[in-house]
Each structure stands twice: as structure tokens, then as C-alpha cells.
């Protein structure tokens, strides 16, 4: 869901006093809050008060630590968000997910083979999957979790990691399986079979390696580990960026 | 695929679909493992179908029970149209029908009789039915008791058909996971019938029955006394050497008894 339609939608189901005071009432973990509109979950929270100490990364969408759960006052369903993506809407109970414990099976990925019975024989628990699609609904990334595990199921490594390739390892998906699959590391083990396995290797990728290895940018790197804050900061800030130098921006 | 379209006929192979669910439930308040079911028919209503057609008896077994199921019941139905919030719901209105039905009533066993080129003449084969083709009476694709679609088809590729009593008993079915020797006997039992009749080889339409009787069954040998397993062919793998296909993708050495052995010794290969 774009931001967009997030504001849109929100709008429609708030009461006329409250925009026009411009704020919404949340409640984070069952205790009301007023904030301002426009703030994203994450900060709203912030703004009632609470200060994260887990449920809380990368703040830009991509590492998966803020999932957020949530219901709106009178709604029947349940619903699933990152905390720092998502805008407040009026009538939200929150609360944060601050781990999923999900076993993780430990392989030696050298030693597996990318064959049809591979993930079962690791993940034995995606043959309980009964079809429910709660998984599906319940990730914030809109990834279409259940078909990425009954391709995982039938051996299909590679629409299994083609699949689940957004995922960013938050965790919903396995905290609300009825057949207590782990859905986050089967995607996981897909990409790592498909990646090692049956991905054309990257010509480009190794002749990078070797340059590393071979110590090509370590002068460049010792610079910047000792060099003053500040500067740091002003070398991000006026640094080029390939796609903008192609006009493709 | 390759066979219908020897047969001049094209089936659309479905762009999404999951397991079937594997066993109806017969439990009559256990309707979410009914879901898996109804979300296939779904992709084949989103497809723009009404019509499925599947080659696996386990499958299709599945597939009919469910559909049959909300049929009969609006309310179960409506329980299971509840989970589809965010999808579309099940109408109602897809057919399910078995490869073997599709052969029988919209390709004809006379149309095939024709098409064959390599005729699997000398060959005595025993039709094997199982289970899930013919139990319940409500969704069998045959006569439950007296079946004959195996039979018929057999004698459309050229066939000779070698009849046993022990056609429609179950093969272990799912036994085969804890309790291996359990069907290594049956399979015994089951071939033991063909073999005293004189047949060469088992066609069959199950996948499980397939590995029961080919994989279970040479297993057998080691636990009846001079016994020996006959080759167990998959149905479509008779149709396709009949039909003079391509027999790359048939997999024959993939089979735990070998069964190129005696298609050679019948001059059919």
C-alpha cells in the first residue's frame, strides 16, 4: 500500500473535529494517545512517549525488526504493518512485535544439494500447509507467502526464491501459521539453494571479489575509518550516484 | 500435455495452483483443510474456467470430495468463502474430471484405438484401480465394484488385459511412511494375483499406488519367499508408447523394477 492511498483512506474514516484539531487518537498497547496526523506509526509512538528499544532498525523499510500489529476500533480484522512505512490512522490499538521465535534448522549449505526434496527434508513442517493464506495476509510486504511455501512444498526452488525475494525477515508470516511453518527461513533457504545453485553466476560480481581480496580498495576504506565526522558526512552528502550521472534518475 | 495433443485435443496447464489438501477430510467440522481444495478450484475460476482436468487420482479424489461437499452444503460453503476475504469467493461451478474420464468421454477409446502407432501387443497387463479412482461411490469415475475404465483403455493401446479380484483393494496407501512392510505385503498380495494370471506388468493411475507396488513391492522380495516383482507402469507412460511419443521424459529407469526388460522382450521397444 503507497502512502497515497494510506492518507486517502484514513481521511475517509475520521470524524470532521479531529482533523480539523489535527490529530488522531491512537492506542499503544490498550492506553489512548493523541497524535499528530501524518506521523508514521513509529513515530507516533515515539511522539506518545516510548522510547524503542527493540521493535526499532533501519527506520527506511528494509531490515524487518518494526512489525507492528494492529486493530482499527470496530473492525473485525486484524491487521499487519512496519511501524516506520506505515502512517497512523485514527483508532488504531498498536502494538509492537519485538521477536518472532521461529526454530531455525542449521545446514551447511556447501553440503546440501538443490534437488526437489531438499527444503522438506529440512522444513518438514511446510507439508502441513493447509491453504489458509493467513500467511499472504499477514505480511507487510504484500509477498504471496503461501504460494512461495507450496512451491518450496512441490521442489520448485526457484519460484520459491523468486517469490519470497522481498521478504525482509520480519516474522508475521510464522507468528500466525495454524501449521506453525516458518515460512521467513524456508524463503531463506530457497534463495540460499537458488543463489549458490541455480542462479548464473555474476562475471562481475567475481572480478569485484578478487579486486577486495587482492586489496585494491583498502587504502580508501583505511581513509574514511579515520577520517573527521564531519567530513564523512559532507562526502555522503555530495557523493555521485551512478543511476543520476545516467540520467536514469 | 503431449498426449492430448497427439490426440488433437489442448489442455491449459493452470498458471497457479497448491497442493490439493491430500485426503479429504471426512471429519464433518473440519472444514479448513477443505480450504486447500477450494483455493484450487478458485484458480481455476480465476482463470477464467470451469472445467479442471487432473491426473492424479489422489487429486482429483480430493478435489471431487470438496466440491462435492459445498455443493451439497450452502452453509460449508459459506464457512469457507469467510477465509476469503481478500480473494475471490467459490461459486460453485467447477467441474473436476479425472485424465482417464477425459480420455473415455471427450477423446473416445475408439479416437485413441486409432492414434496408437506402437500397439502394446503381446503385453498382459493387470489393471490396478486402488482407492481413490472408485471410493466413495459419489465421486468414482467408475463402476466402484466392476470398474473397467483401466481395462478398456488397456485394450485401446493394443493391450492384453490380465483381470484380478485384487484390482480394487487398497495398496497401504500412506502405511508406506511407518509401517513399510505392511505394504511391501500387500503389494505381494496384490502382484501375486496378476503374476498366477499371467500378467507381464500392473498399469495404474495413482501416484502413491505407483511407489506402493513398484518400490514396496521389490522390497517384498526379500520378505516373501521367491518372490519377484513384475514392472508397474503409470498409465500415461502406456498411452505415451502407445501413442509412438517421445520416451525421454517417460522416466522407465527411474523405476525400482525395471520394466524396459519386458517391453523388449515383447518387441514393443
Known amino acids: 500500500m503507497s502512502e497515497n492511498n494510506n492518507i486517502e483512506a484514513s481521511q475517509q474514516e475520521t470524524n470532521d473535529d479531529e482533523i480539523k484539531s489535527g490529530f488522531y487518537e491512537i492506542y499503544v498497547m490498550g492506553k489512548r494517545y493523541k497524535v499528530p496526523i501524518g506521523m508514521t506509526i513509529m513515530k507516533a509512538i515515539e511522539y506518545a512517549g516510548y522510547q524503542f528499544i527493540r521493535s526499532c532498525g533501519c527506520r527506511a523499510g528494509f531490515c524487518g525488526a518494526c512489525s507492528t500489529v494492529y486493530r482499527k476500533e470496530d473492525e473485525q480484522k486484524l491487521n499487519f504493518a512496519l511501524a516506520c512505512q506505515t502512517l497512523v490512522e485514527d483508532g488504531m490499538y498498536l502494538v509492537q512485535i519485538p521477536f518472532v521465535p521461529a526454530s531455525k534448522a542449521k545446514y551447511d549449505i556447501d553440503e546440501l544439494k538443490p534437488e526437489e526434496n531438499t527444503i522438506l527434508s529440512i522444513y518438514p513442517e511446510i507439508a502441513r500447509c493447509v491453504s489458509c493464506n493467513t500467511c499472504t495476509k499477514s505480511c507487510p510486504q504484500d509477498i504471496d507467502v503461501m504460494m512461495y511455501i507450496q512451491n518450496a512444498l512441490r521442489g520448485n526452488i526457484q519460484k520459491a526464491a523468486e517469490l519470497s525475494f522481498d521478504c525482509i525477515q520480519c516474522g508475521m508470516c510464522a507468528m500466525r501459521c495454524p501449521a506453525d511453518i516458518k515460512h521467513y527461513h524456508v524463503g531463506q533457504l530457497a534463495r540460499r539453494l537458488c543463489g549458490k545453485y541455480l542462479d548464473e553466476k555474476s562475471e562481475n560480481l567475481k572480478v569485484r571479489l578478487q579486486e577486495v581480496l587482492d586489496g585494491k580498495y583498502d587504502k580508501e576504506i583505511e581513509e574514511l575509518m579515520t577520517m573527521d565526522p564531519d567530513k564523512v558526512i559532507e562526502k555522503y552528502k555530495s557523493r555521485s550516484i551512478e543511476a543520476a550521472e545516467e540520467g536514469k534518475a | ?269
Open chain 2, 1 to 269: 500435455m503431449a498426449i492430448t495433443e497427439a490426440l488433437g485435443h489442448k489442455l491449459i496447464e493452470m498458471e497457479k495452483w497448491n497442493c490439493c489438501g491430500v485426503v479429504a477430510s471426512l471429519t464433518s467440522d473440519d472444514l479448513m483443510h477443505h480450504l486447500a481444495s477450494i483455493r484450487n478450484l478458485i484458480h481455476v475460476q480465476d482463470e477464467g474456467e470451469d472445467k479442471v482436468v487432473v491426473l492424479c487420482d489422489m487429486c482429483t479424489n480430493t478435489l471431487k470430495q470438496t466440491n462435492l461437499r459445498v455443493t451439497e452444503s450452502q452453509d460449508d460453503l459459506e464457512t469457507l468463502n469467510e477465509f476469503m476475504d481478500k480473494e475471490n469467493e467459490y461459486k460453485g461451478n467447477v467441474t473436476v474430471i479425472h485424465f482417464l474420464e477425459f480420455l473415455r468421454d471427450e477423446v473416445g477409446f475408439d479416437v485413441i484405438k486409432k492414434k496408437v502407432k506402437r500397439p502394446l501387443k503381446g503385453l498382459r497387463i493387470m489393471p490396478y484401480y486402488g482407492c481413490m479412482l472408485l471410493r466413495p461411490a459419489e465421486v468414482a469415475i467408475d463402476d466402484p465394484e466392476e470398474p473397467r475404465i483401466l481395462a478398456d483403455l488397456i485394450k485401446a493401446l493394443g493391450g492384453e488385459v490380465v483381470d484380478t479380484p485384487y484390482k480394487i483393494e487398497c495398496c497401504g496407501s500412506y502405511h508406506t511412511i511407518d509401517q513399510k512392510d505392511v505394504t511391501s505385503k500387500r503389494a505381494g498380495k496384490i502382484s501375486t494375483f496378476g503374476v498366477d494370471r499371467g500378467a507381464d506388468c500392473i498399469m495404474l493411475s495413482c501416484p502413491l499406488c505407483k511407489y506402493n507396488l513398484d518400490t514396496r513391492g521389490k522390497e517384498a522380495e526379500s520378505l516373501i519367499d521367491g518372490y519377484h516383482q513384475i514392472p508397474v507402469f503409470y498409465y500415461t507412460q502406456l498411452i505415451a508408447l502407445a501413442l509412438g511419443l517421445d520416451m525421454e521424459p517417460l522416466d522407465l529407469e527411474g523405476h525400482a523394477v525395471d520394466p524396459i526388460k519386458i517391453l523388449k522382450e515383447r518387441g514393443i521397444v
